[in-house]
């Protein structure tokens, strides 16, 4: 344990302790993919194999998560698209050629595909 001798001494070991606990800015992006019964009822699996198809098409690096029911069944299939540290934005009623659209838009070009957009979650600091 260091002796703390002056200020300064206090001042480096809490810029230490601060780098220590900072949250690390994650760059992923995550595709969600809403897969209850009510997404599978309304499309999701092929939705799901759209998302595939595109991401390998693309060449991208992503983490495509499959999710219960959220309670938007009127909308489903619901797709979401995070870019971390970014808002998650959700897209319902997704087809699979609006999946592959969003995710030819969204993830390789940074464009929110917002006539599809339904709702914005966005981080708390």
Same mark, same amino acid.
């Given at each position: +344990? @260091?002796?703390? /001798?002056?200020? %300064?001494?206090? /001042? /480096?070991?809490?810029?230490?302790? $601060? /780098?220590?606990? @900072?949250?690390?800015?994650?760059?992923?992006?995550?595709?969600?993919?809403?897969?209850? *019964?009510? !997404?599978?009822? %309304? !499309?999701?699996?092929?939705?799901?194999?759209?998302?595939?198809?595109?991401?390998?098409e693309h060449g991208l690096q992503?983490?495509?998560?499959? *999710?219960?029911?959220? !309670? +938007?069944?009127?909308?489903?299939?619901?797709?979401?698209?995070?870019?971390?540290?970014?808002?998650?934005? *959700?897209? !319902?009623?997704? *087809?699979?050629?609006l999946a592959r659209k969003i995710i030819a838009d969204h993830?390789?070009?940074? $464009?929110?595909?917002?006539?599809?957009?339904?709702?914005?979650?966005?981080?708390?600091?």
């Open positions: +344990m @260091e002796r703390i /001798k002056s200020l %300064a001494d206090l /001042k /480096k070991i809490r810029e230490q302790q $601060q /780098k220590i606990h @900072e949250p690390e800015k994650l760059e992923q992006v995550n595709v969600i993919i809403g897969m209850g *019964t009510c !997404g599978i009822a %309304a !499309g999701a699996r092929n939705v799901l194999a759209a998302v595939k198809d595109a991401v390998a992503v983490n495509i998560i499959e *999710t219960g029911c959220i !309670g +938007m069944c009127e909308y489903e299939p619901l797709l979401d698209i995070q870019l971390v540290p970014e808002e998650r934005i *959700t897209y !319902g009623q997704v *087809t699979p050629d993830i390789a070009n940074g $464009q929110i595909v917002y006539d599809a957009a339904i709702a914005r979650l966005t981080r708390e600091d």
